[in-house]
């Protein structure tokens, strides 16, 4: 059984920073890609930023020089640090994780999500 806890979301003011932390357990073989997700309010899912095995990363238009993801593939972690935050990037953030359980099976999955509010 493989879990993914993210930890590190809460209130902070406009301009202000978090870093959010996804730590994956559990008995698998590797971790592939890793990602962060976001969905606020009333709209759909989607992409914050994605980091390889190999580290190279995606970020969406809304979040670049502002969010910097990194993972430590010794800990099984993922980090975001998200700086100069604004109200629209105010969302529930979950990690998600491409996990190889066996060398023959690969899953995707999901953290149960942690909450960011950017609000005076």
């Known amino acids: 059984q493989v879990q993914l806890v993210e930890s590190g979301g809460g209130l902070v003011q406009p301009g202000g920073a978090l870093r959010l932390s996804c730590a994956a357990s559990g008995s698998f073989c590797r971790i592939g890609d890793r990602g962060w997700y976001r969905r606020a309010l009333g709209k759909q899912r989607g992409l914050a930023e994605n980091?390889?095995?190999?580290?190279?990363?995606n970020y969406a238009d809304s979040v670049k020089g502002r969010f910097t993801i990194a993972r430590d593939n010794a800990q099984n972690m993922v980090y975001l640090q998200m700086n100069s935050l604004k109200p629209e990037d105010t969302a529930v953030y979950s990690c998600?994780?491409?996990?190889?359980?066996?060398?023959?099976?690969?899953?995707?999955?999901w953290g149960q999500g942690t909450q960011v509010t950017v609000s005076s």
């Open positions: 998600v994780a491409d996990v190889h359980p066996t060398r023959w099976e690969r899953h995707n999955y």
């Open positions: 980091i390889s095995s190999d580290g190279t990363t």
